[in-house]
């Protein structure tokens, strides 16, 4: 997309969830992938690293605690090359799954195992399948006494996995009883004064023609002005990964599209502006409440 001289493109987070494919919450029953399958994180995060590093593009890697420990080498490289590091989670527990006390206890690990591998400590956040909800908000607070500055674990729409419709759409400051966190929402778009739909999912640019994702990511970028919050996983790009899910909806839901994603992200990295979340959502933001 060529933009009219003299028109700044928006800068857009571009992010990517570090785990194996049998980590994927509709693969469910087969925590331990090995009994299912090889490891293969490296390779597709490999793909995905030189499909940014031919763009030019860097991006936050949501880095699985799990992963951190088995392959702490693929950290090392994706520091290495510049993309910023996050955490999402030791094991990949739903959070409105654990008690606060498990929460805890698994951030703690994460970073621990991302600390080993790779010397950062992750100050971004992103909980497994979007599961900090109404339920879970408490999780927040956590994150905040664990010296997290960022979350991106919201998403603001109804799904029956994840979700909380109303919650706002656009990066803003939370505040708990033990600080703020800055929360930057995935992407969504309005399409009528009731109902907003879903945007920036790896797994709606899988399933859906390609138009979708760019239509919603342009009417952020151009009728709103703000960024827009777009993620995916490395085995969205791999279409020879086994099948491991049970029912036909995980299915699809898991492996539509496979083999079309990696044209979708080349077209995506073309047609906008994309970077790192802190880059797009910077630590030290002013405070806007105060100005009227
Ligand atoms: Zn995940």
Known sequence: MKLPLGRQQILNVLSVDVEECFHATEVSGSDDGSRYTPSLVEPQTEQVLELLARHGVSATFFMLGKV?????????????????????????SLVYDLTPHE????????????????????????????SITAKSLWALEILVELGFTHDSSIYPIRHDRYGIPGFGRNARRYETPSGGIYEVPI?????????????????????????????GVRRINDSESQPACVYFHPWELDPDQPRLTSSLVSTIRTYYGLRSMAGKLERLLSDFAFGPLTAVHPVEQPDLSLVR
């Open 68 to 92: 951190a420990e088995k392959h702490p080498r693929l950290v090392q490289e994706i520091a290495k090359q510049g993309h910023e590091i996050g955490c999402h989670s030791y094991a990949h």
């Open 103 to 130: 929460f805890r206890e698994d951030t703690k690990r994460a970073v621990g195992c991302i600390e080993d591998a790779c010397g950062l400590t992750p100050r971004i956040y992103r909980a497994p399948s979007y």
């Open 187 to 215: 992407a969504t778009a309005r399409i009528s004064s009731n109902r907003l739909v879903p945007v920036g999912g790896g797994g709606y640019l899988r399933l859906l023609p390609y138009c979708y994702t760019a239509a």
